[in-house]
């Protein structure tokens, strides 16, 4: 049974990016993304964010709570596409290596696109308060 690590401090929302930083950083090296200039449209930002939010989240799900379905869902989906779904491992893995300990999820997101790059907020979580777990 997996064990309650403890409330993070830090912002869901700087998590969040921190967690999609890679994407958002250098999206035209992303297979899917190879139509791209120098400059990211903000429709390619908020794609990359939903992919990590849904990624973020089944992991959380499969790892915390012990229940792989959204996990097993978003590998099935994305089988299809050697590039996409190797695009998700990494993120999965990544979830599991550098945000191990955060095991809140990413509720309601909003990005906002200005002058200086994303401004994001998100609403996290307690996994295990939400679900009436013991701690």
Do not use: C
Request: glycine share 2%; net charge negative; aromatic share 10%.
């Amino acid at each position: 049974m997996t064990t309650r690590k403890p409330y993070p401090t830090r912002r869901m929302a700087d998590a969040f990016l921190d967690f999609a930083s890679p994407l958002l950083d250098a999206p035209q090296r992303l297979p899917l993304f190879d139509i791209l200039n120098d400059d990211m449209p903000e429709w390619v930002a908020r794609e990359l964010l939903g992919m990590a939010y849904t990624t973020w989240n089944a992991v959380v799900f499969a790892d915390v709570l012990e229940n792989p379905r959204h996990l097993n869902e978003l590998r099935r989906q994305t089988a299809p596409d050697p590039d996409f779904s190797a695009l998700i491992e990494q993120l999965i893995d990544r979830k599991r290596t550098l945000f191990a300990d955060d095991q809140r999820t990413i509720g309601k997101w909003e990005m906002t696109w200005t002058p200086s790059g994303i401004s994001l907020t998100a609403v996290a979580h307690d996994t295990w308060a939400a679900l009436g777990r013991p701690n």
